[in-house]
């Protein structure tokens, strides 16, 4: 093999070596945040594209950490084109109180099952904190 042919090889094997890297980095913040996979294959390619644009602007090597810190940048600069944020004040009914009662307010018990079926995962994890609490202040 010649020297020409040898730093050929060389150069197509270190093409590959950082494909696979940006694509392990890649899939490791997707990884970090699946709000990156909730958009369309569109929005995904223009995200990657803005992350890339910022780490060549940054001269970043593709580390997770630089990674994320471009993701931050273009978050903050709202260049990310995500999914909008569940649970917004305007989306979510108010919190349950610790004790769950029926639909009529009355105080009667409800079933616990069927309510907490219907409540926001946030919801949920306040209903039991409170339960909880408040079991520990009977005992």
Request: net charge negative; glycine share 6%; proline share 6%.
């Amino acid at each position: 093999m010649s020297v020409k042919d040898a730093a050929t090889e060389w150069q197509s094997m270190r093409e590959a070596s950082d494909f696979i890297n940006v694509n392990k980095v890649g899939h490791a913040l997707i990884a970090k945040h699946p709000e990156l996979r909730q958009v369309t294959p569109e929005d995904s390619n223009e995200n990657a594209k803005m992350l890339d644009k910022i780490m060549a602007e940054n001269k970043w090597e593709y580390t997770l950490g630089n990674l994320e810190a471009a993701y931050a940048v273009a978050t903050t600069q709202g260049k990310m084109r995500l999914p909008a944020k569940p649970n917004t004040e305007a989306d979510v009914p108010p919190h349950p109180p610790a004790t769950l009662t029926g639909h009529s307010g009355g105080g009667e018990p409800a079933d616990e099952k069927e309510l907490l079926r219907t409540m926001s995962t946030d919801q949920v994890r306040e209903y039991y904190i409170n339960k909880h609490k408040n079991a520990q202040r009977s005992t």
